[in-house]
């Protein structure tokens, strides 16, 4: 079993930045894969961003490129979320989830923390 935990979400006017933390408990965190979701009220949750267990692969969904980074630190058993020029459509609860495979699937990851909200102002 893996228990995760988000932090970091918050109110940020667009154009600002946020980054998002996700503290793993629970079996050894740097054998899993780490995503990052987001759900929207009335929509379906989405990729996010991934990473494989090394840290040495990443993806991105391109609604976010070049303004979101991931980075994991094994030693910390965290994963982080770096997201830059928020848009208001970035609005969402953020989800953290552990799997075995990076994926931008959400059924590889078994293991899901409770989310954090992340709201952006127009």
């Known amino acids: 079993q893996v228990q995760l935990v988000e932090s970091g979400g918050g109110l940020v006017q667009a154009g600002g930045s946020l980054r998002l933390s996700c503290a793993a408990s629970g079996r050894s965190f740097s054998n899993y894969a780490m995503g990052w979701f987001r759900q929207a009220p009335e929509k379906e949750r989405e990729f996010v961003a991934t990473?494989?267990?090394?840290?040495?692969?990443?993806s991105f969904a391109d609604s976010v490129k070049g303004r979101f980074t991931i980075s994991r630190d094994n030693a910390k058993n965290t994963v982080y979320l770096q997201m830059n020029s928020l848009k208001p459509e970035d609005t969402a609860v953020y989800y953290c989830a552990a799997g075995s495979i990076a994926s931008q699937r959400t059924s590889p990851y078994p293991y899901w923390g409770q989310g954090t909200q992340v709201t952006v102002s127009s």
């Open positions: 990473i494989s267990w090394s840290g040495d692969m990443t």
